[in-house]
């Protein structure tokens, strides 16, 4: 199973665009690469999943070289309200095992 | 709303108790999931059902029990629990197991063990 990593903690302040970056080195072929959301006490939330090159969606895009070794996140115009711990995965066995890392949490300020 | 629901949302029990969580979906899914997250840790796969089979169990210890009566209800049997099991517990469900399938998560029950 591949492992990702990415880093612990980002701030960024309302209004600009940030990006986060999740490394996969070990990404195999057929692996997807997933992001998700999750705020405090919850459950994470999809947020987008891709392939390859670029994908879009109304709430992030998800830039993904040709090595496929790496993924950018990207979120346009951040609000306070997307402060969370932001999880990127890759892969997952036929057993459905989905490992989740520790995320990144994305501090928005004022 | 996800579509999963789980209860109860916050649970408090002595280390001889026997409580179970529960979980059910409403999106017809094929696949369940029991994810455990302690404080500052990541979110850790427990058990994966797939058309009410267990096809993952991932190393846990035996105080924990789940069960697939359906696909779409999912219990998690829990007794003689540690005061290191105090964590949230989250379900999840999929349209199938398989690479790359989007979960769905519910809230999750607050699990303290005194």
């Known amino acids: 199973l591949a492992k990702t990593t990415q880093p612990i903690s980002m701030d960024s302040y309302e209004g600009q665009e940030v990006n986060i970056t999740c490394s996969h080195n070990n990404i195999a072929t057929n692996d997807y690469i997933t992001w998700y959301q999750q705020f405090p006490s919850q459950g994470p939330r999809f947020i987008i999943q891709?392939?390859?090159t670029k994908v879009t969606n109304e709430v992030a895009s998800l830039f993904i070289p040709a090595d496929r070794k790496s993924s950018t996140l990207s979120l346009p115009r951040v609000s306070l309200s997307d402060t969370a711990v932001y999880y990127c995965?890759?892969?997952?066995?036929?057993?459905?095992?989905?490992?989740f890392g520790q995320g990144t949490t994305l501090q928005v300020k004022p | 709303e996800t579509g999963v629901t789980q209860t109860p949302r916050h649970l408090v029990m002595g280390m001889t108790n026997k409580k179970s969580l529960k979980c059910e979906q409403h999106l017809g899914h094929n696949a369940m999931y029991w994810y455990k997250q302690s404080a500052k840790k990541p979110l850790e796969l427990m058990f994966v059902y797939s058309l009410e089979e267990r096809v993952e169990n991932n190393s846990v210890p035996s105080r924990f029990s789940p069960e697939c009566p359906n696909s779409s209800h999912l219990f998690l049997h829990l007794h003689t629990l540690q005061p290191e099991d105090s964590a949230l517990y989250l379900c999840a469900s999929s349209p199938v197991v398989e690479q790359g399938a989007k979960l769905f998560f519910g809230s999750g029950t607050q699990l303290s063990v005194l």
């Open positions: 995965l890759s892969g997952s066995s036929n057993t459905g095992k989905l490992i």
């Open positions: 891709g392939y390859k």
